[in-house]
């Protein structure tokens, strides 16, 4: 990679002297994770609220709620400060991604989108966490903690429902959702991905990150849960 990958881009104010490729490149990303974290909040975390099972369970998915629509927020307070137009970050004018048109129906639906989408997002937050960008590495930090709590309530609702003699609600969830979070990462050749990288906005390729998802959940539900992981297509 040539030198762009160790540029240092400390602030809103210094982004603008940047060359046009980059600004382009940290609007993207920042719109992405606006729009993403704003759809996630409406068509899962807030409608689940009315699914979970008990008072206690509620609470914490309340607090899932909140810490989602929190963080569409704060990106999107930065997607302003950044000088990006309001419409780019509306969900109504941008086609949702295949992982946010599943239509959620039950608690172990919900358990299973955040074990495994919850870890998927994780990735994507590790790789701010070095960008070039410092108010998105400063955003990954502040994200981070709240995206591993998020797992770890799917991961342990559905121990939960497994151990209530429930394990094939979670199988058949896992089973119809589970195929259609691998294209999450973007393709293999993307040519957005390779601009990510020049720019040391993101650190591993689309690919590198889809394998990594994977493996961590074939042990997540293998190992962890009993289950199998189905075969993709
Ligand atoms: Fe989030
Ligand atoms: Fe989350």
Not at 92 to 109: M, R, V, Y
Request: glycine share 4%.
């Amino acid at each position: 990679m040539a030198d762009t990958a160790t540029l240092e881009v400390k602030t809103a104010a210094e982004l603008k002297s940047q060359p046009e490729e980059y600004r382009a490149a940290v609007e993207k990303i920042v719109i992405s994770h606006a729009v993403n974290e704003l759809y996630g909040a409406q068509v899962f975390d807030e409608p689940a609220i009315a699914l979970a099972p008990t008072p206690y369970a509620k609470w914490l998915t309340c607090r899932v709620a909140m810490e989602e629509y929190h963080h569409h927020v704060r990106f999107r307070a930065l997607a302003e400060e950044i000088g990006v137009a309001p419409e780019r970050m509306d969900p109504s004018h941008k086609k949702p991604l295949s992982i946010f048109e599943f239509k959620l129906q039950t608690w172990a639906e919900f358990c299973v989108i955040k074990a495994i989408a919850d870890y998927a997002e994780i990735l994507q937050v590790e790789d701010l966490l070095h960008c070039t960008f410092h108010p998105l590495r400063n955003l990954g930090r502040i994200t981070m903690p709240e995206e591993k709590f998020h797992a770890k309530f799917g991961k342990d609702f559905c121990l939960e429902l497994i151990q209530a003699g429930r394990a094939d609600e979670v199988q058949d969830a896992i089973d119809r959702y589970f195929p259609i979070t691998p294209a999450f990462f973007g393709s293999s050749n993307s040519k957005n991905n390779a601009i990510y990288r020049k720019w040391g906005l993101k650190q591993r390729s689309n690919d590198d990150m889809r394998a990594d998802f994977m493996n961590r959940v074939t042990e997540l539900v293998e190992k962890d849960f009993g289950l199998r992981l189905p075969k993709l297509a």
